[in-house]
């Protein structure tokens, strides 16, 4: 009886030692679209995979004219998932006869080429999935296609499990016989340099009313790739998580701790050294079993001011920040146009150095953006830019790769672009221009509005201490004689315009032994570094004011406020101690009497 029971358990153990388990149902592979699973049942197994038997080998058979284009993952019952690899064969086409497992005998399947016949060291190490987990289920092999031209289909896939599973194997080693160093340096790291496309934004711009549409690319234009890796570490907030939670309780996405890659060439060694840096958290999504690199681009709508760094300029509408897979989505040879250096030189790939070198690519757990490529998000991707109430008029798109400064770069200072737009479809805006109606020098001057669309209120600063926010048209009466600066305002919810000119009054009645005119000269004018104002008191009296205004009405600085004997009087202006820089001022003065407006010109 012992012997028997013996030879049943010997029995057990030989079929446990290796099963494989395997399906032939054909599935097409979209093109550019959603991710396709080939399901795979298991059953009859022990009811925990791990160390001493467990999960082993995945085996398929897929044609597809564009190797590269693919990703290929595999999900075990407990939603365990890894990448299997993703943009390996370029071109070529077919995996035939490919098996994947930790001793592949072919070596690494990255450094390997189409069709792939054989056995090949996955990306990812498969014990991963001997997690002690019931492997008796649905097994799913997911494959997706990552770029528009090309298709295909999955014809086969199976896996298998055996006793002693092998342990991971260590990174790959990453050669590159044709890498090089900038200005021929033996040693250096492989740094990358995002940009933002210009050309792409002006080819993928569309406005409707209360909107505007961009596409949005970021080309790689260094001498390394930009590589990023999750870590299968997910939190909420700082609390550490299962990466299959589908969402935070408090709704928000679930956040992955990645890392970037930096390759190293040391004394022009082909294989590369590399090194780790953290690179934030991105948030996973359970799902589709990948990260998106958060807060990868944004986009403005900016008014331009004289800093020549845009990204300086005051938002007027700004765009949702995107979340990205970074993926090679097209070249700076086939995209041409989208990758221009920092002297506004276009670039073919094989212009960037070391132009299409690169590991991973994909929209997995492991992305990157191989040197002299680009990722594209297309205008129908993007959110739109809404324009709350901005009016039609000359702006600029501000696009900034990588805001965040998240990941490490050749030059951090090169990754926006700014592309003028004029708006024509939004509200119009309101003029401030204005006519004025004058007899002469007669004191009842007439001012018309010429176009007050969409204007939401507006006043009159007729220049005499009077105020009118009422009126248009409007007739003023002047009180005294002078040259006064009319200042128009426009408020309206596309901003505030204001409009400013002179009005010289000459017919009002002044005793005779009183100047009709209390300015005698600002001289010079134009102004360099000094000049000497010449004005008449009535009488030992305060002088209300002597005011620097600039060409909008806005007053810069009160100059003047003393008593003063009756009679002419000179000041000095000093416009370098007054730090005003060069155009045009206006001089108020008010003597008690009569307000004057006196306009001069700094150079």
Not at 293 to 304: G, L
Not at 437 to 462: E, R
Not at 530 to 537: E, G, I, N, P, R
Request: with cysteine.
């Amino acid at each position: 009886m012992k012997k028997l029971i013996l030879f049943a358990l010997l029995l057990a153990f030989k079929f446990v030692s290796a099963q494989t388990f395997s399906t032939t149902t054909w599935v097409a592979i979209p093109d550019n679209g959603p991710q396709v699973s080939v399901p795979v049942a298991v059953s009859g197994l022990p009811a925990s995979i791990n160390s001493s038997f467990g999960f082993v080998q995945v085996c398929l058979e897929i044609t597809h004219t564009w190797d590269a284009d693919l990703e290929v993952r595999l999900k075990s019952p407990d939603n365990t998932n890894i990448i299997l690899f993703s943009g390996v064969g370029g071109s070529e086409n077919n995996f035939t006869g490919t098996c994947l497992s930790n001793n592949g005998g072919n070596g690494f399947i990255l450094n390997a080429n189409a069709p792939f016949t054989g056995n090949y060291i996955p990306f990812n190490g498969l014990n991963v999935f001997n997690n002690n987990q019931d492997p008796n289920g649905t097994w799913e092999l997911l494959v997706r296609d990552t770029y528009s031209a090309d298709t295909g289909s999955i014809h086969f896939a199976s896996i298998t499990f055996s006793n002693n599973p092998p342990p991971d194997p260590g990174p790959p080693p990453v050669i590159c016989s044709t890498c090089a160093c900038p200005s021929g340096a033996a040693t250096c790291p492989l740094m990358p340099d995002m940009t933002a496309s210009a050309l792409c934004i002006i080819q993928q711009m569309n406005e409707t009313p209360g909107f505007v549409d961009i596409g949005n690319a970021t080309p790689n234009i260094g001498w390394g790739p930009l590589e990023v890796h999750g870590t299968g570490n997910c939190y909420c907030d700082t609390v550490p998580v299962p990466c299959t939670l589908s969402q935070c309780p408090n709704g928000t996405q679930v956040k992955e701790a990645i890392y970037q890659t930096i390759y190293t060439r040391v004394n022009n060694n082909d294989t590369l050294q590399s090194y780790n840096v953290p690179a934030g958290y991105m948030s996973f999504h359970p799902n589709h079993g990948h990260m998106h690199v958060d807060n990868w681009a944004s986009y403005s709508i900016r008014q331009a001011t004289s800093n020549p760094d845009a990204t300086t300029w005051p938002i007027l509408a700004a765009g949702t920040k995107q979340s990205f897979c970074l993926i090679n989505l097209s070249s700076c040879t086939a995209s041409h146009g989208y990758c221009v250096n920092n002297q506004g030189d276009t670039l073919h790939t094989n212009q960037v150095l070391n132009g299409g070198f690169g590991v991973i690519s994909g929209c997995g757990r492991h992305q990157g953006i191989y040197t002299g490529m680009l990722d594209i998000y297309a205008m129908g991707l993007n959110d739109p830019i809404p324009l709350n109430g901005l009016c039609n008029g000359d702006y600029y798109i501000v696009s900034i790769t990588d805001p965040d400064n998240n990941f490490v770069e050749a030059d951090e200072n090169n990754n926006w672009v700014a592309v003028p737009i004029t708006l024509t479809q939004q509200m119009q805006p309101p003029s401030a221009a204005f006519n004025i109606t004058q007899n002469g020098g007669s004191p009842n001057v007439g001012f018309t509005a010429s176009n007050l669309v969409n204007a939401t209120s507006f006043y009159w600063d007729f220049g005499d201490g009077n105020i009118d926010s009422t009126n248009n048209p409007v007739i003023h009466t002047y009180s005294a004689n002078g040259t006064y600066m009319v200042t128009f305002t426009v408020i309206s919810p596309c901003g505030i315009f204001t409009v400013t000119d002179t009005v010289v009054v000459t017919t009002v009645s002044v005793s005779e032994n009183l100047p009709a005119s209390f300015y005698v000269s600002i001289t010079p004018n134009p102004v360099n570094e000094k000049a000497v104002l010449k004005f008449y008191s009535f009488g030992t009296q305060e002088i209300p004011g002597i005011s620097l205004v600039d060409i909008h009405g806005k007053v810069i600085h009160q100059l003047l406020n003393k008593r003063f004997a009756e009679g002419y009087h000179q000041i000095e202006l000093d416009v370098k101690s007054l730090q005003l820089s060069a155009g045009v001022y206006m001089l108020r003065i008010n003597n008690g009497r009569q307000i004057h407006t006196l306009r001069f010109t700094v150079i």
